[in-house]
């Protein structure tokens, strides 16, 4: 398995998580008890899975466009 491979399937796991998270969270299930567990107002917390959602999806197609890594 090549190192890009290993990058995508790890980048694909943390996308997969956070947008799990919000689809749950935006049809109304309560994740109030994660947004203490990292001390962030609920959202503020939103706002930075987003972001962590749209960095990994960055990350994997800048990964998966590029020449450099077989």
């Given at each position: 398995m090549t190192s890009k491979r290993i990058v995508l399937r790890a980048l694909d796991g943390v996308f997969v998580t956070f947008t799990t998270m919000l689809v749950l969270w935006l049809g109304g299930l309560p994740f109030d008890w994660l947004s203490d567990l990292v001390e962030m107002p609920p959202g503020e917390f939103h706002?930075?899975?987003?972001?962590?959602?749209?960095a990994?999806?960055?990350?994997m197609h800048a990964i998966a466009t590029s020449d450099s890594a077989p």
């Open positions: 706002w930075f899975a987003m972001f962590v959602v749209f990994a999806l960055w990350l």
